[in-house]
């Protein structure tokens, strides 16, 4: 896909450029707020990775520019500013995802992979279905192979969010912060243990396994085919 | 400050001004005593002499000139500071002046002030006087007057008596406003000269008190107060920065000597790689103890305090208990969570939830298998507070050492080869202090009990009351507000 990475820092934008390109993926850079809302404007990205503090135009006023100007590509702003405050900025400013320097390049992977995908599926959603494992979003029931799955709320949420992005790379902190709503990183492998407690409900039983754990990343629900 | 400044000091020139308004009022009250006093002794003489004047102007239409004559020397010769003199043109006839006198100065028609002479040879004086001519019929002439020496004396008494009066308040006037203002200013001078030393750099330096108890006394006491505060704060900041130097630079090592190994190692490729996932897991450990310490700084300068609002409690130790509870029985621990309905605080969510969560991961860390940890919450029913509590059973922590284990960085030695940088309940105690709450460590036997006791929430409401800039607007507060707190 087609990313734009606006980023004054020489060194972290090389990085990032690098790693992106070698993730398979087309990256134009731009060194200051003003260039980027010029390439977001009239090139067709699919993500925009801003950071915050730049010269000329800080990024929130060039997102902001960019709502104003109808652009609606993804916006995920890239700062060293990390308080809950600021991310409740950066989403206000027009941004989708927020996330605090330093990073995980495996994490910064898995969210630009999220934005891109949810771009344009904005319609409502009531089933989702990921192989043979289905999820009724209106009666609130889960089912495999039509067989019922008993989940506790918050399982049923995890399942929600880990199969509106399935095939996709899901990473611990996308969990914590999208259904359990904390800022966070625990020092116990809390989200691990959940995650296997949902699998041994929806894989236990069954010979193709749906959830998989992503070594290094997170973990992935996907259908083997 | 040089002695003649104290005529520029505030002090000095409010004394000043008091003294002119005095003074002026001195003035006043003085002009109307002496007029009151002297100009009434003038005025009765004259009113004599005129009633006298009458008197013989009777005695002059009946008895005609012989007769004023005849009494004219008659009372010339009892009288003692009365003038009388009666002439027929200048030739005197009768009265005890020799003659007209020749100094006289005509104050009013017919009225005349001079001086004559009294007495004979050495025993004479000059004496002022006062008197009425009155011009007869045949070219007589008729003077009758007063001797004014002792009202002059008592108009010049009087006068000087006025005068020094004036004097000897500007005097005192001056004088104690000097007084005044150097005494003032000699105590201004000391709290200068302290902070002069402080701003110097000797934060230890204090103002000396009068132990008068007046006003500069508590602004001494106010500023020494500050300082002590401002000290506090130094010293913890200078621990932090110690703290953060060794416990930063340990890992910071750590990670140095991993990416260095992998460098310079020999091994296989397979190895390099272990030894930079190595250096990855210790830069993240690393990130994460910088993050609590931006965390405990920030709550501990209270940035987030205005942040508070009013929320459900049981709510937010629901949700991480939820979080855990997997994870402990995944240790064969079981996670209990015991709460009454709704129990309301004024607080930041957020904080709340990463205090509450340090907890349970602190308890769980050191309860062994089989064991419990029971998060509850609830009301003291002896102050009505809201609390938070999380009771484990583990080995506890020594009388002696918990209350050092909310500092930073203090691991307890049989801690150490646990992972953790030693922050969490720093971190619970930064956010229970901003919350105006308190944290107490207590012997749950076995194990530990930690309670966060939260300020009532009538408190909690008037605060917000009391800053209602933020809070108030914000909807969960509206929403509490609505209903009735207590539903327990």
Redesign the interface.
Request: glycine fraction near 8%; avoid cysteine.
């Given at each position: 896909m087609r990313i734009l990475v606006v980023e004054d820092d020489r060194e972290a934008a090389a990085y990032l450029t690098r790693g992106l390109r070698e993730s398979g993926h087309i990256v134009d850079h731009a060194g200051d707020g003003e260039d980027g809302l010029h390439l977001a404007m009239g090139g067709n990205y699919d993500v925009a990775v801003v950071d915050r503090m730049m010269p000329r135009l800080d990024g929130l006023s060039m997102v902001r520019r960019m709502r104003d100007e109808g652009s609606k590509t993804p916006v995920l702003f890239l700062s060293a500013l990390g308080e809950v405050d600021d991310r409740v900025k950066g989403l206000r400013a027009g941004g989708d995802d927020y996330l605090a320097k330093p990073y995980a390049f495996s994490e910064l992977l898995a969210r630009i992979d999220a934005l891109a995908r949810r771009n344009g599926a904005d319609t409502v959603v009531t089933r989702l279905g990921v192989g043979d494992l289905e999820l009724d979003l209106l009666s609130r029931t889960a089912t495999r192979g039509g067989q019922k799955i008993d989940l506790q709320p918050r399982e049923f949420l995890l399942l929600e969010y880990l199969m509106r992005h399935a095939g996709q790379v899901v990473t611990r902190t996308m969990l914590l912060e999208n259904v359990w709503e904390y800022h966070f990183d625990p020092q116990t492998n809390v989200i691990d243990v959940h995650i296997s407690r949902l699998r041994s409900k929806i894989d236990k039983g069954f010979t193709e396994p749906l959830l998989h754990t992503v070594r290094g990343a997170g973990y992935s629900l996907r259908a083997a085919s | 400050m040089r002695p003649l400044d104290v005529f520029r000091t505030a002090t000095f020139r409010l004394a000043f001004a008091y003294l002119i308004l005095f003074a002026v009022s001195v003035l006043l009250l003085l002009g109307f005593i002496y007029w009151r006093t002297a100009g009434f002794m003038a005025a009765q003489a004259d009113e004599t002499i005129r009633a006298e004047v009458q008197g013989l102007g009777e005695q002059y239409k009946r008895r005609l000139i012989g007769g004023l004559r005849t009494i004219i020397v008659e009372r010339s010769a009892r009288a003692r500071n009365s003038l009388y003199l009666l002439s027929l043109g200048d030739v005197p006839l009768a009265g005890n002046l020799p003659g007209w006198p020749p100094n006289a100065v005509e104050t009013a028609p017919g009225w005349i002030n001079f001086n004559y002479v009294r007495g004979v040879d050495d025993d004479s004086e000059v004496r002022p006087a006062r008197a009425a001519r009155v011009e007869l019929l045949g070219g007589y002439k008729l003077l009758v007057g007063r001797d004014m020496t002792e009202v002059n004396a008592v108009e010049s008494t009087i006068r000087s008596t006025l005068l020094w009066s004036l004097a000897i308040t500007g005097f005192f006037g001056v004088v104690g406003g000097v007084w005044i203002s150097r005494n003032v200013m000699r105590r201004l001078e000391l709290i200068n000269r302290t902070s002069r030393d402080i701003m110097s750099g000797d934060l230890t330096r204090r103002i000396p008190m009068q132990g008068s108890r007046d006003e500069l006394d508590d602004l001494a006491g106010n500023l020494n107060e500050m300082l002590e505060q401002i000290e506090r704060l130094m010293m913890g900041m200078r621990e932090v920065a110690d703290n953060i130097a060794h416990d930063l630079r340990t890992p910071l090592n750590r990670l140095r000597n991993k990416l260095e190994g992998a460098l310079i190692g020999q091994g296989s490729r397979e190895e390099q790689m272990q030894a930079l996932?190595s250096a990855?897991v210790e830069?993240?450990g690393l990130?994460?103890t910088f993050?609590s310490l931006l965390l405990i700084a920030?709550a501990e300068t209270g940035a987030h305090r205005d942040?508070l609002e009013l929320m459900d409690l049981s709510e937010v130790i629901h949700?991480i208990a939820?979080?855990?509870e997997?994870?402990a029985?995944?240790r064969g621990v079981t996670l209990k969570f015991v709460a009454p309905s709704r129990i309301t605080v004024r607080g930041n969510r957020?904080l709340l939830?990463?205090a509450a969560?340090n907890l349970v991961?602190n308890a769980?860390k050191y309860t062994p298998k089989g064991g419990a940890v029971t998060v509850a919450t609830g009301i003291n029913p002896r102050n009505d507070r809201p609390t938070f509590s999380v009771r484990d059973t583990g080995p506890g922590i020594p009388e002696a050492d918990r209350e050092r284990v909310l500092d930073r960085f203090v691991r307890l030695e049989r801690s150490r080869n646990t992972?953790?940088s030693g922050l969490?309940l720093s971190l619970v105690a930064a956010v229970a202090r901003m919350h105006d709450a308190v944290i107490d460590l207590a012997d749950a036997k076995p194990g530990l009990l930690a309670t966060i006791t939260f300020p009532a929430v009538e408190e909690a409401q008037a605060a917000i009351a009391a800053q209602p800039r933020r809070a108030l607007l914000s909807p969960s507060a509206n929403r509490s507000a609505r209903q009735p707190e207590k539903q327990v």
């Open positions: - | 996932e990855i830069a993240d990130i994460s993050n920030e942040t949700d939820d979080l855990y997997p994870a029985e995944d957020s939830a990463r969560a991961e769980l992972p953790g969490g």
